[in-house]
């Protein structure tokens, strides 16, 4: 499946969530309650995974995933079918040192029963087949949602989660997944731990798969938390300078980032030059669409330092707060402007 993805130059793709429709959830929200139960809640995420799907296919989106469908968040979600965690036993922590969150606690050691979106993946596997990709949450983004009551450490939190995150990927791996996506936020914010053990962890996670691999860091969902922080960021934002050196020098395969209407120095990629690299290309804190014009000067700006066959235009997080329409012009919008370089590339 791999050669698949290869064949086209400037494959696209999204960070991974996609709005759900107003009959499962309610929209623009995040954590938002199911409005399904039981059976219904089953076949509904089932439909909706379909329309997922259905959107980044008409949308013309190379490498397609669930959208998110089943989870009602991106880190919680894999955490509610741990053992470990007390989801009853609540304490408010501040995520990623920005906002004040109330998050369950680990109250012993943390482990995997049964697979989590296995059957999920399975699901997209048998509904197409496009590469697909498929996000789990990281290790350091995982224990930064959580209050610790048992290992007291984030370190050896983290390398449990890791080791369950391996487990999980493994089986996604046999399931059919072409690339296998962590989202770690968090290594854009604790820099000290990224460099120390934060993708040491990762590689644990990744280790054995032969699948693709990739991590995500980006500046967060277009909420108020995350907007109000990135205004206090300047004008340069140089924090994936602190994580690429060591990013490259790992062993994931891709790195997905956050670039459009971003302020992050586009020379800053030269330090993972050699990996492939997402670029976020979609602004995902806006509701205005981005033509494909401006996708396509993203693009050409970071094919400055990014080989031409390892560049995987993409959005630059993930699209769940948005409305449906909206996402579905950003999609578009991406395919297209994606294809206006592919032409100029191909000559
Ligand atoms: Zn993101």
Redesign the pocket.
Known sequence: MVTLIMKKLLPTST?GSLPKPLWLAEPETLWSPWKLKNNELIEGKKDALRIALHSQQLAGIDIVSDGEQTRQHFVTTFIEHLNGVDFEKRKTVKIRDRYDASVPSVVGPVSRQKPVFVEDAKFLRSQTNQPIKWALPGPMTMIDTLYDDHYKSREKLAWEFAKILNQEAKELEAAGVDIIQF?E?AFNVFFDEVNDWGIACLERAIEGLKCETAV?I?Y??GIKANTDWKKTLGNEWRQYEEAFPKLQQSNIDIISLECHNSHVPMDLLELVRGKKVMVGAIDVATNEIETPEEVAATLRKALQFVDTDKLYPCTN??MAPLSREVANAKLNALSKGAEIVRKELLG
């Open positions: 960070a989202d936020p995500h980006c967060g969902y997080c993930g």
